[in-house]
T-cell receptor, first 111, second 113 residues
Framework: EDQVTQSPEALRLQEGESSSLNCSYTVSGLRGLFWYRQDPGKGPEFLFTLYSAGEEKEKERLKATLTKKESFLHITAPKPEDSATYLCAVQGPGNTDKLIFGTGTRLQVFP | NAGVTQTPKFRVLKTGQSMTLLCAQDMNHEYMYWYRQDPGMGLRLIHYSVGEGTTAKGEVPDGYNVSRLKKQNFLLGLESAAPSQTSVYFC????????????FGAGTRLSVL
């Protein structure tokens, strides 16, 4: 069964304190791994897509990496505005774009 | 360009009442999806559509029906609401088949008393 597990569930960081969020997955035939950001009371907002092991993508203070079993979202020198829930999702084989989501990591960055 | 718009934003129902949630997208996307989000459960797919006039079941379809009469609209219906359907509902859309990004609406918060 396809599955996505995110850890930790919650993370509290001081402003400037770098850290990483983990997304481990089990899927037969990964077509893509997606990272989304979700602010309270809002819908998920797309951040990155990774397609193959070894791929990396960056956006401001965020960097996503992918291996054959997991993905990391590295946050370098975070700011309070990076506080949000970060969701990971995988896309398996098939003829649709269906996603399987993890339960997310709630990040709080304190000044 | 509004993206994905969901109406209403909030709704309170009594057990047994019915309602329809509307999702509209202006990106000419072929695929549309309905998810529910519950604490500790993550986003779970209810129903989806790969084109106008087509619908299919997702992971948790029971108690819901959908229709896609127009390409830009995807409706989610609750015929007889139950407290277990208290949740936040999200609609998403994406381009046709491939490694495509899903874009989400702002959500509808539904409480069933």
């Amino acid at each position: 069964e396809d599955q996505v597990t995110q850890s930790p569930e919650a993370l509290r960081l001081q402003e400037g304190e770098s850290s990483s969020l983990n997304c481990s997955y089990t899927v037969s035939g990964l077509r893509g791994l997606f990272w989304y950001r979700q602010d309270p009371g809002k819908g998920p907002e797309f951040l990155f897509t990774l397609y193959s092991a070894g791929e990396e993508k960056e956006k401001e203070r965020l960097k996503a990496t992918l291996t054959k079993k997991e993905s990391f979202l590295h946050i370098t020198a975070p700011k309070p505005e990076d506080s949000a829930t970060y969701l990971c999702a995988v896309q398996g084989p098939g003829n649709t774009d269906k996603l399987i989501f993890g339960t997310g990591t709630r990040l709080q960055v304190f000044p | 360009n509004a993206g994905v718009t969901q109406t209403p934003k909030f709704r309170v129902l009594k057990t047994g009442q019915s309602m329809t949630l509307l999702c509209a997208q202006d990106m000419n996307h072929e695929y549309m999806y309905w998810y529910r989000q519950d604490p500790g459960m993550g986003l779970r797919l209810i129903h989806y559509s790969v084109g106008e006039g087509t619908t299919a079941k997702g992971e948790v379809p029971d108690g819901y029906n959908v229709s896609r009469l127009k390409k830009q609209n995807f409706l989610l219906g609750l015929e007889s609401a139950a407290p277990s359907q208290t949740s936040v509902y999200f609609c998403a859309s994406s381009y046709a088949q491939g490694r495509n990004i899903q874009y989400f609406g702002a959500g509808t918060r539904l409480s069933v008393l």
